[in-house]
């Protein structure tokens, strides 16, 4: 099973400006989707198009146009490097849910975006990677020290709580020991997880990384980063209220 949530951006700005509101999931059939408690309550949301009563289950052979619309299509010139971006290998396209899940299914047009929700690993550890996001708001000299980074070179994390926009954000700044530059932020949707793993784990046992630079890409997909980690025993993503499912049904269908 593969699954993402969905979340809008278009709220508070003054509390971040996003919220879940949905749920997608592929179980090799049927595409799925319903709505979570966070449409209910995150100010300014609407139900997306075709998908308007909150309490059902849409299901679909096809991926939602939503979400489809998300995806490079092959035939453009540049859906090799898409991939690529994204860590994938164009040889072997990989499941349309794990694209979304890396890319963000960030559009210009709209204030919607997709995320997977953490998972441990085999050895219990906090497995993540993401997009570097803020990027494009950074000054020029973080934008170009972000195309001079290498694959492997280590970041630095750390909470930004006097974020204007976002309370709970968290800063990512370069390892240089002489100028530790800030280049952007973790992902609104993941702060609250790497803080919580800031405060509970070793420092020994936290490792922030750069997995892929894109030179020639886009600025929200320009910083591919890999973050691993201890696993906090109380560490539990996607678990508050505006993550759980709408739908009276959803024991068989859409598992939160």
């Given at each position: 099973?593969?699954?993402?949530?969905?979340?809008?951006?278009?709220?508070?700005?003054?509390?971040?400006?996003?919220?879940?509101?949905?749920?997608?999931?592929?179980?090799?059939?049927?595409?799925?989707?319903?709505?979570?408690?966070?449409?209910?309550?995150?100010?300014?949301?609407?139900?997306?198009?075709?998908?308007?009563?909150?309490?059902?289950?849409?299901?679909?052979?096809?991926?939602?146009?939503?979400?489809?619309?998300?995806?490079?299509?092959?035939?453009?010139?540049?859906?090799?490097?898409?991939?690529?971006?994204?860590?994938?290998?164009?040889?072997?396209?990989?499941?349309?849910?794990?694209?979304?899940?890396?890319?963000?299914?960030?559009r210009?047009t709209?204030?919607?975006?997709?995320?997977?929700?953490?998972?441990?690993?085999?050895?219990?550890?906090y497995?993540?990677?993401?997009?570097?996001?803020?990027?494009?708001?950074?000054?020029?000299?973080?934008?170009?020290?972000i195309?001079?980074?290498?694959?492997?070179?280590?970041?630095?994390?750390?909470?930004?709580?006097?974020?204007?926009?976002?309370?709970?954000?968290?800063?990512?700044?370069?390892?240089d020991?002489?100028?530790?530059?800030?280049?952007?932020?973790?992902?609104?949707?993941?702060?609250?997880?790497?803080?919580?793993?800031?405060?509970?784990?070793?420092?020994?046992?936290?490792?922030?990384?750069?997995?892929?630079?894109?030179?020639?890409?886009?600025?929200?997909?320009?910083?591919?980063?890999?973050?691993?980690?201890?696993?906090?025993?109380?560490?539990?993503?996607?678990?508050?209220?505006?993550?759980?499912?709408?739908?009276?049904?959803?024991?068989?269908?859409?598992?939160?």
């Open positions: 099973m593969s699954a993402l949530f969905v979340a809008y951006r278009g709220g508070d700005p003054q509390h971040g400006g996003w919220g879940p509101v949905g749920r997608l999931e592929h179980d090799g059939g049927l595409y799925r989707f319903c709505y979570t408690q966070g449409a209910a309550t995150l100010p300014g949301f609407r139900p997306f198009p075709q998908m308007g009563d909150l309490s059902q289950v849409y299901e679909s052979e096809e991926l939602f146009p939503l979400f489809a619309n998300r995806l490079l299509s092959p035939s453009r010139p540049e859906y090799e490097a898409f991939l690529r971006w994204g860590g994938f290998d164009p040889n072997n396209p990989p499941d349309p849910i794990a694209v979304l899940g890396v890319t963000e299914g960030i210009q709209d204030q919607v975006e997709v995320f997977p929700c953490p998972m441990p690993d085999a050895d219990f550890c497995v993540n990677k993401f997009f570097l996001h803020g990027v494009r708001w950074m000054h020029r000299a973080a934008q170009e020290r195309n001079q980074l290498q694959p492997g070179e280590g970041l630095l994390v750390m909470p930004d709580p006097c974020n204007e926009y976002d309370p709970d954000a968290v800063a990512v700044r370069t390892s020991t002489t100028d530790r530059l800030m280049i952007g932020y973790v992902p609104h949707y993941f702060a609250r997880d790497i803080q919580h793993v800031l405060a509970a784990c070793d420092p020994d046992f936290i490792q922030i990384s750069v997995e892929r630079v894109n030179r020639d890409a886009p600025m929200q997909q320009r910083l591919l980063c890999r973050v691993r980690s201890c696993w906090p025993e109380d560490l539990r993503p996607c678990s508050d209220l505006e993550f759980l499912p709408i739908p009276a049904d959803m024991p068989s269908k859409c598992l939160a």
